[in-house]
């Protein structure tokens, strides 16, 4: 027999007393009675949680203030409405061309799920409840209570955002098959990575733009970069989080990734948003820059030789894009460096009809 919705919702008031008279100190946001004055009911009104509720929970507050007038004011205080009404709109960016399949994908989370996936045949989704606990989040941990990596028996809580991401983009066994596993782009023990989880290896990246910097040496000093530094909004003062672009990949910038692309400040945008582009243009590193992004050896794309989160292989985050850079004459296709931070390296392989067997620079 399915208990009574009504008992559920009675069980559910009866439970929320003690948080709404204040049990709790430094009450989480939404336990917060001022915010919330239903309690546990204001999302808890269909008892039937075990899909997570879907955006529809959650948009009642953080999507287009308008709903509230339609939906829900009726039932709230007079001043609650208007504290709601001037929140963030967090749907609005799920509108964008690209964006997380909160929206798209739905029914699919599972309260009781255990991520990373295990399961290949699992449908791939992203809830908010996938990225934000409702019972947990707070101003300071926007992913507080979020299970993350399991340590034998003891489950771990993310405290970093590139954790949270890891849950569905690392070993996943229903990665898309173009998709790889960040965990293994961004690993500090790979040759070069964009310093997400660590500081980076190269003391020597001449175009940083400050206050971005290889190594904190002063207090402004930013040596670590996240996630979120690249991926999220195209709007400047949209809500922070990667819920939607309208740059492909849900960039914050235009990248773009298109061999035989003209260059320009927007084409490579979000790289020039930390690297300078005189620096890169001018040949300040590698002496054929110019020659390849916006030369007869090209244009192409920084994607053709650097892989943006990390490379297993090289260092300068060289790995070579092998729909357009194919083995030499020899069968090659590998990049060598020659001594530190001395700007020197050979290049073995063929791109736009050019045997490099090497080619030195
Ligand atoms: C009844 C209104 C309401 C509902 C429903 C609601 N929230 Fe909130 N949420 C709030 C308020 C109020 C805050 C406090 C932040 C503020 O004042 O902007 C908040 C804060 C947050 C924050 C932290 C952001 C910050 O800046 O403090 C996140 C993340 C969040 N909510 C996600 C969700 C998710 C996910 C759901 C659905 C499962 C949801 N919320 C449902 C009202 C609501
Ligand atoms: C901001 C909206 C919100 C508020 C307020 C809220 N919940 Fe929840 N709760 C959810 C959502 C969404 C889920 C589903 C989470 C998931 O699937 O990952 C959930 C899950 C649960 C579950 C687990 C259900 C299951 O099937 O595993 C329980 C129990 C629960 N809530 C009780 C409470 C109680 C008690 C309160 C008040 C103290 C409360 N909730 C307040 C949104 C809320
Ligand atoms: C609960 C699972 C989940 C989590 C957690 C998650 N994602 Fe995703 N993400 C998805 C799904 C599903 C897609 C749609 C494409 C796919 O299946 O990979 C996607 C798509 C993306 C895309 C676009 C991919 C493309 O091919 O253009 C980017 C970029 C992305 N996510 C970044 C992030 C970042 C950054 C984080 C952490 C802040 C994150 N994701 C956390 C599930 C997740
Ligand atoms: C320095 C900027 C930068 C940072 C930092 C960054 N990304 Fe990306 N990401 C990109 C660019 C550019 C692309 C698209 C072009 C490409 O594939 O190289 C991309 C593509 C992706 C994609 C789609 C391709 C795929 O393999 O599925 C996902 C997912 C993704 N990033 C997740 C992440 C996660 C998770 C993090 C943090 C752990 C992260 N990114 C950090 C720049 C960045
Ligand atoms: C793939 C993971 C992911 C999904 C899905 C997702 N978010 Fe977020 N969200 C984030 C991250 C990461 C942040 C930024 C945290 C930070 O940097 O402070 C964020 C930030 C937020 C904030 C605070 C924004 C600000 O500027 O203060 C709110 C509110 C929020 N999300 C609500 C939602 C709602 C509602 C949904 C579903 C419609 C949702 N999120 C879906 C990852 C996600
Ligand atoms: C033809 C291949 C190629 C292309 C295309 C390319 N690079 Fe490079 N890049 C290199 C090589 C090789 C190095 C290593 C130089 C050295 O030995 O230190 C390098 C080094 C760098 C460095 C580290 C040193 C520095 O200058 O700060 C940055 C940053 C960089 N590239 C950014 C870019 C950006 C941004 C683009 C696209 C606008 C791009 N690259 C396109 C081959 C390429
Ligand atoms: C949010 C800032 C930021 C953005 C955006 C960014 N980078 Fe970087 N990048 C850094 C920092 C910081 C380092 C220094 C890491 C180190 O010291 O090894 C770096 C280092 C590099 C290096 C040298 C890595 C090494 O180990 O030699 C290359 C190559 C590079 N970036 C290419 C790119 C390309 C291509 C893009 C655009 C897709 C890009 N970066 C976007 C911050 C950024």
Same mark, same amino acid.
């Given at each position: 027999?399915?208990?009574?919705?009504?008992?559920?919702?009675?069980?559910?008031?009866?439970?929320?007393?003690?948080?709404?008279?204040?049990?709790?100190?430094?009450?989480?946001?939404?336990?917060?009675?001022?915010?919330?004055?239903?309690?546990?009911?204001?999302?808890?009104?269909?008892?039937?949680?075990?899909?997570?509720?879907?955006?529809?929970?959650?948009?009642?507050?953080?999507?287009?203030?308008?709903?509230?007038?339609?939906?829900?004011?009726?039932?709230?205080?007079?001043?609650?409405?208007?504290?709601?009404?001037?929140?963030?709109?967090?749907?609005?960016?799920?509108?964008?061309?690209?964006?997380?399949?909160?929206?798209?994908?739905?029914?699919?989370?599972?309260?009781k799920e255990v991520l990373p996936e295990i399961?290949?045949?699992?449908?791939?989704?992203a809830?908010?409840v996938d990225c934000h606990h409702?019972h947990f989040v707070?101003?300071?941990n926007k992913y507080a209570g979020i299970r993350g990596k399991r340590l034998g028996n003891i489950v771990t809580y993310i405290t970093e955002e590139y954790e949270l991401c890891y849950r569905c983009h690392a070993e996943s066994?229903?990665?898309?098959?173009?998709?790889?596993n960040k965990r293994i782009?961004f690993a500090?023990?790979?040759?070069?990575?964009?310093?997400v989880e660590?500081?980076?290896?190269?003391?020597?990246?001449?175009?940083?733009?400050?206050?971005?910097?290889?190594?904190?040496?002063?207090?402004?000093?930013?040596?670590?970069?996240t996630c979120g530094?690249?991926?999220?909004?195209?709007?400047?003062?949209?809500?922070?989080?990667?819920?939607?672009?309208?740059?492909?990949?849900?960039?914050?910038?235009?990248?773009?990734?298109?061999?035989?692309?003209?260059?320009?400040?927007?084409?490579?945008?979000? $790289?020039?948003? #930390? *690297? /300078?582009?005189?620096?890169?243009?001018? @040949?300040?590193?590698?002496?054929?820059?110019?020659?390849? +992004?916006?030369?007869?050896?090209?244009?192409?794309? $920084?994607?053709? #030789? *650097? /892989?943006?989160?990390?490379?297993?292989? @090289?260092?300068?985050?060289?790995?070579?894009?092998?729909? +357009?850079?194919?083995?030499?004459?020899?069968?090659?296709?590998?990049?060598?460096?020659?001594?530190?931070?001395?700007?020197?390296?050979?290049?073995?392989?063929?791109?736009?009809?050019?045997?490099?067997?090497?080619?030195?620079?």
């Open positions: 027999m399915r208990p009574n919705r009504y008992i559920i919702k009675i069980f559910l008031v009866a439970i929320s007393i003690p948080f709404l008279l204040g049990a709790t100190k430094n009450k989480p946001p939404h336990f917060d009675y001022e915010m919330l004055p239903s309690g546990c009911a204001t999302c808890h009104r269909s008892a039937n949680f075990r899909d997570g509720g879907g955006p529809g929970v959650c948009i009642i507050c953080h999507g287009n203030p308008q709903r509230l007038n339609m939906d829900y004011k009726k039932r709230m205080p007079a001043g609650f409405g208007k504290k709601i009404r001037q929140m963030k709109d967090i749907e609005r960016q799920f509108t964008k061309l690209y964006r997380h399949p909160s929206f798209d994908v739905r029914g699919k989370h599972r309260s399961d290949p045949a699992a449908p791939r989704h809830d908010c409702p707070s101003k300071e066994a229903n990665l898309p098959p173009q998709s790889t782009e500090a023990t790979n040759p070069s990575y964009h310093p660590a500081e980076g290896r190269n003391l020597a990246v001449v175009s940083l733009i400050r206050p971005y910097r290889e190594k904190k040496v002063d207090n402004n000093d930013i040596s670590r970069i530094d690249c991926h999220g909004s195209d709007e400047s003062n949209a809500p922070k989080g990667p819920h939607g672009s309208a740059y492909q990949h849900i960039l914050v910038a235009n990248f773009s990734t298109r061999d035989k692309e003209p260059e320009s400040d927007q084409a490579y945008a979000l $790289c020039y948003r #930390c *690297h /300078n582009r005189q620096s890169i243009l001018g @040949n300040e590193s590698f002496k054929y820059h110019a020659l390849h +992004i916006s030369g007869s050896a090209g244009p192409t794309s $920084c994607k053709t #030789c *650097h /892989n943006s989160h990390g490379s297993q292989q @090289n260092k300068y985050l060289i790995q070579f894009d092998p729909s +357009i850079v194919t083995p030499n004459s020899a069968g090659q296709l590998k990049f060598e460096e020659r001594g530190i931070s001395v700007f020197k390296g050979s290049c073995y392989l063929s791109c736009h009809g050019v045997d490099h067997n090497p080619k030195e620079y």
